[in-house]
């Protein structure tokens, strides 16, 4: 039924009204928004009252202040005016809890600023009343119109039940939106620690934070700033920001020199606004202000033991960050730090684990090398011999000192060894005593601790024992340093060892095996090797014999590296001249396998049709020029130790002897020259 309301009787006005507030007692408690709520409250109020624009204002306890929204027709104001209390009616109603009506606003001085905005609409009538629950106050709900002097005494008292209704919506409203955004802040946390778990990479995992945030907290520049205690400095990692010029990508700041440092070093969340950035006198504190920045929020990220740095985020805002975006944001911190430091922790295990894993393969060498144990190449009755040995000698646990010149194959008689040994099943390491300089090989056999000496950064497993249960192959024995022999000797006769830098003893069980291409019985002859260090190695020495005394094994081998090198370099060789044959049966290879090796490779890169191209003309050369070479480096060793003699006045032993000069020893000096032929008139002349 419609009701005038210029025609209606007292009554029946009285009835529509009824009717109206049962019918926003029914729908209001359904309304979510406030915006949905305001449009319910005029669709049921016109007709029965007399209106032009609704006036919504809710207290903001934080400023002490007014947020006021206006509705005209089908309008609703997005951005509410912040007036101070005492600014506008609805702060008085607020406060005082009673009803405030106007007649006529074109007399009204009171209020000027609101009183203003209604005039500009041509609002002359105003009432406000207070919108309060049981549990709070709420704010005030005004009421305007066109015409003066419109709202009575029986006006009022139909608006306080209509403002009693208001309020319970509005605060079941405000509780469902408090809860939302709780909710929200709740969500974001459960994002952002998922985030923390699933990303140990740190540059990845900032971004995605930050992206988390701003769902929840507004904000116009985020940053991470991590502290490096040796340089005493701040390192940034740039979230998000819409203010590039603020800060670049791992820019460093001096402690001192940080917006941060008051966070960082008292381990709690400061806010800065302009002012506060303003005393600082910093440059980077200008930077943000030349931004725009309005406030910043700086939280230390704590972990139990120590602050790693800092959260910063800033924003554009004066009241950029509420107590409930600070609570938010230190858990976040929180969260953030505990993340930074298992992430650091897994990067360094992650290092440590590689880079053990890169030694491990690159000393094990489980993936067999080009050349195979079943692979070597030979039927000579000297080759037969040395795998005999090795055959008999593999089962046992005896150390085994394989001699033979450079390039006969003496790693892969060690390997062999090895894979027909009981141990086959554990690591085979290798290490060349020759090849690391003498100050790190103590290091490379035995390993070191932490700390142990300069450089010393992490510990060093060494290679004893990483072969323990294995073989242990060391390549070049003759090499190694007077002063670790009887360490290793140590290591042979109670297999165990100290570390570098520790006490603690490493017990191991290994096999060794020893190979040289020198006369160790003559180094210990000059005291240059240890005798009982000799002995432990020599319970089995097995000789691999040059390729010159297994001649004819060299038409297999060079066909074997013909196929090998031709697959390799997508070629089709199918043949080998005749010449070329006999010119390498015929070369006595003091290179051995190796030079051989090598000879062959070359002449496959040369070759270009089905036969092999070998370039003989180097092994000719070779023979002529051989016995030169022979007697011009005779010649100059002579001519070398003679001025030496000259220039120390033919002292030969001493520290200012011409043997110390030499680098020889003196006995070995005094062999060199009886065999170059000279006496003491070549030098005293």
Known sequence: MECEFASRSHESQHCCRYQAVLEMASIMSHQGSLPELVHELSTRLQGVFPFDVINFALHDDKLDAMRLNLWEGADWSKTPLVLAREEVPSGWVWENQKPLVFTDLLEEKAY????DILRQRGIRSYCVLPLTTPRRRLGALGFGSVQPAVYREVDLE???????????????????????????????????????????????????????????????????????????????????????????????IPLDQSVTASAFLMRETKKLGRQDLAKLRLPIAQRLLDAGVQSICCMPLLTSTSVLGTLNVASKRESGFSTQDQDLLQQVARQLAIAMENARAYREIAQLKDKLAEEKLYLQDEIRTE???????????????????????????????????????????????????????????????????????????FGHEKGAFTGAITQKVGRLELADKGTLFLDEVGDIPLELQPKLLRVLQDQEFERLGSNHTVKVNIRLLAATNRDLSKLVAERQFRSDLFYRLNVFPLRVPPLRERRKDIPLLVRYFVQRLAHRMNKNIESVPSETMNALLSWDWPGNVRELENFIERSVILTTGPSLKAPLAELRAGEDESAKKDAKLETAERDHILRILRETGGVISGPRGAATRLGLKRTTLQSKMQKLGINRQDYQN
Request: charged fraction near 25%; charge should be negative; aromatic fraction near 4%.
């Open 371 to 445: 050349l195979n144990f079943e692979e070597i190449v030979g039927d000579s009755p000297s080759l037969k011999r040395a795998l005999s040995q090795a055959t008999t000698v593999a089962p046992s646990d005896a150390t085994v000192l394989i001699l033979g010149e450079t390039g006969t194959g003496k790693e892969l008689i060690a390997r062999a060894i090895h894979h027909m040994s009981t141990r086959k099943e554990q690591s085979f390491i290798k290490l060349n005593c020759a090849a690391i300089p003498t100050g790190l090989l103590e290091s490379e056999l």
């Open 158 to 252: 139909f608006l306080k039940g209509v403002a009693e209704l208001v309020g319970l919506a509005v605060e079941n409203s405000l509780t469902r939106e408090a809860l939302s955004e709780e909710r929200n802040r709740l969500q974001a946390l459960v994002e952002v620690n998922n985030t923390l778990i699933a990303n140990l990479d740190i540059r990845q995992l900032f971004p995605r934070i930050s992206a988390h945030l701003r769902q929840v907290v507004d904000h116009d520049f985020a940053s991470v700033a991590v502290f490096d205690p040796k340089k005493q400095e701040m390192q940034a990692y740039v979230l998000v920001s819409s203010m590039p010029e603020v800060l670049s990508e791992g820019e460093t």
């Open 112 to 115: 000027p600023k609101l009183a």
